[in-house]
């Protein structure tokens, strides 16, 4: 049961954890805000790019393809019943974590804190938020299937704690600046 909800936690959520992880291998070039500034702070600052993002969302995608393709498959190897992934869905959570993260850095921006600087509870946060909330808007009867009390909670415990962990990994590769 407890085994049973945190797969579907994972499962569901693999593809709005992806697109961070593969915008960092693949930023770089123009940002999204083509170097506007807003009250003397820039819009949303070099971190967020075109390419990170649309490549982000684009990994995020197909994942969510393949794991639809799979769902059954691979519950009834491990027992446990695994949902597949509608398209919208599909589309929604990448777009809706990439959003989420392109929101944080317009608020840090607008708090003070220069590119990179963290943003506790913010930066572990801000891409579930965005996926779980566009999801929720555009594949409603899927979201609330899925995302039980107990997968919120799963997904609420598990986030952070991988968030962290990939980060740490990720900075100690030198695949990022700062370990957050
Ligand atoms: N990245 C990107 N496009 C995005 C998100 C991330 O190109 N939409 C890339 C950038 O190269 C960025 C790196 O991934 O520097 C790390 O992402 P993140 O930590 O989110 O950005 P920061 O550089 O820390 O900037 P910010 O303070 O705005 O979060
Ligand atoms: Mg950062």
Known sequence: MVLEVLAVAVWAMLPAYVPNNVAVLAGGGRPIDGGRRWNGSRLLGDGKTWRGTAFGIGAGLALALLLD??????GSAL??????VPIAAAIALPAGAMAGDVGASFLKRRTGRERGAAF??????DFVIGALGLTALVAWDWFVDVFTPGVLLAVAVL???????????AYQLGLKDEPW
């Open 69 to 74: 393709a799979v769902a059954g498959d691979v």
């Open 79 to 84: 027992g446990v019943e695994l949902p597949g």
């Open 120 to 125: 506790p509870g913010v930066d572990q946060l």
């Open 159 to 169: 986030t952070p704690a991988l968030h962290v962990g990939t980060n740490v990994i």
